[in-house]
């Protein structure tokens, strides 16, 4: 990646549009552990905020599953050599002990990248697909969705941010 380069996606690209997104946030957060109604839905807060000059984004929240308190922390960035988008995710309750990087060469703006997990068994990896759309300046939607070994994706996790004031 060039300076040059960096620069223009700072001003019209992905890195702009990653630092449109910083700011405090508070909404709703749902899980699903299976097709249908959430398992649980409570509010999250969450700090998004622009590091290393720019070239990446630091995501901090908090919410609650089931009365348990949960945090977590992510990485966004746009891989400019690669035309990439990248995350790093742990959490105290999804990840266990494993830092979750995904990566997906997106053909529109929309940030979407997929991971992989094991299932704790032995058995093939479970897929984790990361959607963030950010219909409007005051408004960030994270969707999460599960993939089984066999291809089969469902929504495991939505937020809906609204900017705080």
């Not at 709703?28 to 290393?52: H, N, V, Y």
């Not at 990446?56 to 990485?75: C, K, M, P, R, W």
């Not at 002990?97 to 997990?117: C, R």
Request: hydrophobic share 35%.
């Amino acid at each position: 990646m060039g300076k040059k380069e960096f620069e223009v996606s700072r001003a019209e690209g992905a890195h702009r549009r990653m630092a449109d997104m910083a700011g405090e946030w508070e909404g709703t957060f749902k899980l699903w552990f299976e097709p249908g109604d959430p398992a649980c839905e409570s509010i999250q807060r969450g700090t998004i905020r622009s590091i290393l000059g720019g070239r990446f984004l630091l995501h901090e929240y908090e919410t609650q599953i089931n009365g348990d308190a949960v945090s977590g922390v992510a990485i966004y960035g746009y891989h400019l050599d690669a035309g990439a988008w990248e995350s790093a995710w742990v959490e105290s309750f999804g990840t266990g002990t494993q830092i979750m990087h995904s990566t997906g060469k997106s053909a529109d703006s929309m940030f979407n990248v997929l991971g992989h997990y094991g299932d704790g068994e032995g058995g093939p990896d479970w897929g984790w697909r990361t959607l963030i759309e950010q219909p409007d300046a005051d408004t960030l939607v994270i969707v999460m969705n599960n993939i089984t070994p066999q291809g089969d994706e469902m929504k495991a996790v939505e937020t809906r941010y609204a900017r705080k004031s």
